[in-house]
């Protein structure tokens, strides 16, 4: 089966089940078991969520400083979760694809498998979110429009990423393409290297 034929309704999953109490709060119920993919896509797209809805609320032009600066704590801790995770998705690939063997003329892609599925995940996020501007009742008939149109891009963006990412890893497991994968090795987080943080040992 296609990757993308797994991972899509996985990350729909997810995100309904987040909208049913719509809450940043709420904590997760992962329905996949601990060591499966299945359990690191659907954590994936609950993460990208969760952080959808915290970048909203950050937005407030009344939010209260104090708690925009735990919020902000909170965006950092969720984005260095997220590259964590997609990092972790990464090393299931090279196990899948550890015994290919890559043609003599074999070359690498420009982003890993996982990172172009991190794409996929907000994808469907911006799809779910943009759907519900195109059908929101209450909205101007302009702006449903507009929302509608861009709607039927993101859908299109969806198709394509979905067959680009199903062919990078058609063409991993014959040894066209090999994977390389370099962590992010954020530099802001590491109390090694960030001034601000090291100046303070």
């Given at each position: 089966m296609e990757f993308t034929k797994l991972a899509q309704p996985i990350f729909e999953a997810a995100i309904r089940?987040?909208?049913?109490?719509?809450?940043?709060?709420?904590?997760?119920?992962?329905?996949y078991p601990q060591g499966q993919i299945e359990h690191d896509l659907?954590?994936?797209?609950?993460?990208?969520?969760?952080?959808?809805?915290?970048?909203?609320?950050i937005r407030d032009p009344d939010i209260d400083p104090a708690a925009a600066l735990v919020l902000k704590r909170r965006i950092d801790k969720s984005n260095q979760d997220r590259t964590d995770l997609v990092e972790r998705i990464?090393?299931?690939?090279?196990?899948?694809?550890k015994d290919v063997e890559p043609q003599a003329d074999a070359t690498i892609n420009t982003e890993s498998p996982a990172w172009a599925i991190d794409r996929l995940s907000i994808l469907a996020l911006k799809i779910y979110h943009?759907?519900?501007e195109a059908e929101r009742r209450e909205a101007a008939e302009d702006h449903r429009r507009k929302c509608a149109d861009k709607?039927?891009?993101?859908?299109?963006?969806?198709?394509d990423l979905s067959q680009a990412i199903d062919t990078l890893l058609s063409d991993i497991a014959a040894?066209?393409?090999?994977?390389?994968?370099?962590?992010?090795?954020?530099?802001?987080?590491?109390?090694?290297?960030?001034?601000?943080?090291?100046?303070?040992?």
């Open positions: 089940d987040y909208h049913i109490t719509d809450n940043v709060d709420t904590p997760i119920s992962n329905p659907y954590l994936k797209c609950w993460i990208d969520t969760v952080q959808w809805h915290f970048e909203d609320i990464d090393s299931y690939f090279l196990t899948v694809y943009m759907r519900q709607l039927a891009v993101l859908l299109e963006q969806q198709r040894g066209r393409k090999y994977m390389k994968v370099y962590k992010q090795m954020k530099m802001y987080n590491d109390t090694d290297t960030n001034p601000v943080l090291y100046s303070k040992k």
